[in-house]
T-cell receptor, first 113, second 113 residues
Framework: AQSVTQLDSHVSVSEGTPVLLRCNYS??????LFWYVQHPNKGLQLLLK??????LVKGINGFEAEFKKSETSFHLTKPSAHMSDAAEYFC???????????FGTGTRLLVSP | DSGVTQTPKHLITATGQRVTLRCSPR?????VYWYQQSLDQGLQFLIQ???????AKGNILERFSAQQFPDLHSELNLSSLELGDSALYFC????????????FGQGTRLTVV
């Protein structure tokens, strides 16, 4: 079955320090991978996507993620956190031939001044 | 703004009642997906339509149904409502049939009392 695991339910960082949100996926098929962000009382916004092109994917707001097939990982990083980055982040996987996106359980990013 | 419009934004109703949630996809998108987000279940895929046809079903209860109309807007009907149906319901759209990124609306928050 398709699945994705977000390894941390909460991550706390200080403003200006790096962000690392971890995600692992099941490897039954060639996946497409996404990161979405959800700000409080808002919908989900696509941050970035991997669809078998470059393994290092750049997204919006300075975020990037690296697809590592050997580790079945797709971790999200940002060099320097901003207060506005505080939100819930979802790692999402989809597989060729399957009609749905499978969401991880989410990681809440807290940014302190 | 994702271009996906959901109405209403908030809905409060009593147990046993029936409600209809409406979604207008982004211009040109043929696929519509419905998701339910609750604290205990996370984000769950409910159902997908592509160009008016049902394409995939997820964890959708028999009391719930959906359809996509010729103008591509979609409605999710929830009947015999229970307290546990209280959740945020998201609609998303994409230009292809499955396994691609989707653009999410702001959601409808349903409260069953």
């Amino acid at each position: 079955a398709q699945s994705v695991t977000q390894l941390d339910s909460h991550v706390s960082v200080s403003e200006g320090t790096p962000v690392l949100l971890r995600c692992n996926y099941s490897s039954s098929y060639s996946p497409s991978l996404f990161w979405y962000v959800q700000h409080p009382n808002k919908g989900l916004q696509l941050l970035l996507k991997y669809t078998s092109a470059a393994t290092l994917v750049k997204g919006i707001n300075g975020f990037e993620a690296e697809f590592k097939k050997s580790e079945t990982s797709f971790h999200l990083t940002k060099p320097s956190a901003h207060m506005s980055d505080a939100a819930e982040y979802f790692c999402v996987v989809s597989y060729t031939g399957f009609q749905k996106l499978v969401f991880g359980t989410g990681t809440r990013l807290l940014v302190s001044p | 703004d994702s271009g996906v419009t959901q109405t209403p934004k908030h809905l409060i109703t009593a147990t046993g009642q029936r409600v209809t949630l409406r979604c207008s996809p982004r211009s040109g998108d043929l696929s519509v997906y419905w998701y339910q987000q609750s604290l205990d279940q996370g984000l769950q895929f409910l159902i997908q339509y592509y160009n008016g046809e049902e394409r995939a079903k997820g964890n959708i209860l028999e009391r719930f149904s959906a359809q996509q109309f010729p103008d591509l807007h979609s409605e999710l009907n929830l009947s015999s409502l229970e307290l546990g149906d209280s959740a945020l319901y998201f609609c998303a759209s994409s230009d292809r049939d499955g396994y691609t990124e989707a653009f999410f609306g702001q959601g409808t928050r349903l409260t069953v009392v």
